[in-house]
DNA sequence: TTTTGAGTTGTTCGA
DNA sequence: GTCGAACAACTCAAA
């Protein structure tokens, strides 16, 4: 005979109702369910949100709750070590079912391996799903057996094994039995003295509803121009912006894939644009495959030979890159677009992520270190893995001759000067021949533009060629290390 | 087992 | 202004 006591279902990074494997598993029992989110402490807590992803999450619970609520129940916030909050609540309640979605960090997989044991050893069913990845990264094997480390490959396999799986539905029903929980309020998520997310706010929507409205506006046009209006921060829509959304799991990858898959099969949307979206995706995965086998991913550089990277270390240098005051226009207008919104177009990233690696010789773990902070879309798996990519130290890694010109990619792909005249403002009136390297323009030019270098906008904290033959030797001596080792 | 082809996103230089 | 070569060698994946 089936069990009526309550089932407890742990939301983590899936903060949605569709296509939510434990939470549709959970709710086609009939039973009631107790939906729960766990403000974690303790050695199996996954790494601390920085302040941008505190402020997200903060509005992703509140949504979670209020569609919770539409559907006669409610989600229950608590604080405290998973094992103890869930024990107790099972204690409580009556419970005696527990199930979530997975997780990929080495401490959370520790810690929910034990925790699993430990419920189950106290006679509750526990029950894990996949609801964060496409694949899951011991899925994908090579041909020899083991797991992917260049993309393309990854990319392939991937493609000629997926099968979205269906749909399923949020509940229409939901009901629930009383337990206590915390306020949302309590837990400081949003900042205060000062509150400096009017920015953030301005540019998102977190939650369900914004993510599937973001997809919606996305596939119902900008998709089309994707593989070559993806490197363009100046164009409006240029890219999904679902990040934050897949961060959080407001939308699974597999609604992305399945929602685009289709509209390319019934020709609606351009199929090589829709093929370079989904890859986009698939590189999410592949970084997720790089966390699942290299668990220090964010702190240890995945390619040991560089452990003897001569890396620089300039407080100043480190600080002007982070203010968006390096005297280069594109990376200072990509940082402050970071600052003011908590998220930047793809490209820039990886400008702004060459410019300090290379040009400042300054550690990837610092850049790591500071997107993780301000990033609304900050992903343990994606931030590292890319950070790794740029600075040459990660899986399938950009050759270290790649040194990105910040003036050449600023007239490249902020062709019209218009991502550069909103984020650095001081530099509006500069012509569009000088926008990009505005200390190669002449005295007169800057005066009519009202620019005065050195005094309302730096000038270069160094110059592209010094650093480039700098970043040029530093990776020049790795070779030699290795070399003599 | 060995071999072979290939590898996200670029820049510079010189013809 | 345009174009191709050089920038390195190494590791990976698959045949």
């Not at 107790?88 to 979605?101: P, Y």
């Not at 309590?186 to 409205?213: C, I, N, V």
């Not at 490197?231 to 959080?248: Q, V």
């Not at 400008?351 to 550690?363: D, E, G, N, R």
Request: hydrophobic share 40%; charged share 20%.
């Amino acid at each position: 005979m089936a069990s009526a006591a309550p089932i407890i279902l742990w939301f983590r990074e899936d903060l949605r109702l569709a296509d939510n494997p434990a939470l549709s598993w959970a709710a086609g029992t009939g039973r009631l369910v107790i939906c729960l989110y766990i403000r974690e402490t303790g050695s199996g807590a996954p790494r601390a949100h920085g302040g941008a992803s505190n402020w997200w999450l903060d509005k992703s619970l509140k949504a979670l709750g209020d569609s919770l609520e539409a559907l006669g129940g409610r989600l229950v916030l608590r604080t405290g070590e998973a094992g103890e909050v869930i024990r107790g609540i099972a204690r409580e309640s009556g419970a005696d079912a527990v199930v979530w979605n997975r997780r990929y960090g080495q401490p959370e997989r520790d810690a929910d391996a034990a925790l699993k044991d430990r419920l189950k050893a106290l006679g509750l069913d526990c029950r894990s799903f996949n609801g964060r990845l496409l694949v899951e990264p011991w899925e994908l094997k090579t041909g020899a057996g083991g797991w992917y480390r260049v993309f393309t490959p990854f990319w392939k396999a991937l493609q000629a094994n997926y099968s979205c799986p269906a749909y399923l539905p949020p509940p229409k029903r939901l009901e629930t039995v009383k337990v206590q929980s915390e306020e949302l309020g309590g837990w400081g998520l949003h900042p205060t003295r000062p509150d400096w997310s009017s920015g953030l706010a301005e540019s998102w929507t977190p939650g369900e509803a914004g993510a599937a409205a973001r997809l919606d506006a996305f596939l119902d046009g900008p998709v089309d121009g994707y593989s070559s209006n993806r490197n363009r921060p100046d164009l409006a829509d240029s890219t999904s912006a679902l990040s934050p959304h897949l961060r959080f799991g407001e939308i699974s990858p597999v609604t992305i894939w399945r929602r685009t898959t289709a509209l390319a099969e019934a020709g609606r949307i351009n199929e090589a644009s829709a093929r370079v979206f989904l890859s986009e995706i698939a590189w999410r995965e592949f970084s997720y495959t790089l966390l699942y086998f290299n668990p220090d991913l964010a702190t240890e550089n995945y390619n040991p030979s560089f452990d003897a990277m001569p890396w620089q270390k300039n407080a100043d240098a480190l600080r002007a890159w982070q203010r968006g005051m390096t005297g280069y226009p594109i990376v200072d207008a990509g940082m402050r677009q970071l600052w003011h919104t908590g998220w930047m177009h793809n490209r820039v990233r990886m400008i702004v992520a060459s410019f300090l690696t290379k040009h400042l010789l300054l550690p990837w773990q610092a850049g790591e270190a500071w997107f993780w902070d301000t990033l609304v879309d900050a992903d343990p798996a994606s931030n590292p893995a890319s950070w790794q990519w740029t600075a040459g130290s990660g899986a399938d890694a950009a050759p270290y001759f790649r040194v990105f010109n910040p003036i050449t990619q600023g007239q490249k792909f902020d062709e019209t000067g218009e991502y550069v005249r909103r984020w650095c403002p001081e530099l509006a009136k500069v012509p569009l021949k000088f926008l990009h390297a505005p200390f190669e323009a002449d005295g007169a030019t800057l005066a009519r533009a009202g620019v005065d270098l050195g005094v309302t906008y730096p000038k270069p904290i160094i110059d592209h060629s010094t650093g480039r033959e700098r970043a040029l030797g530093a990776y020049q001596s790795l070779k030699e290390k290795q070399a003599s080792s």
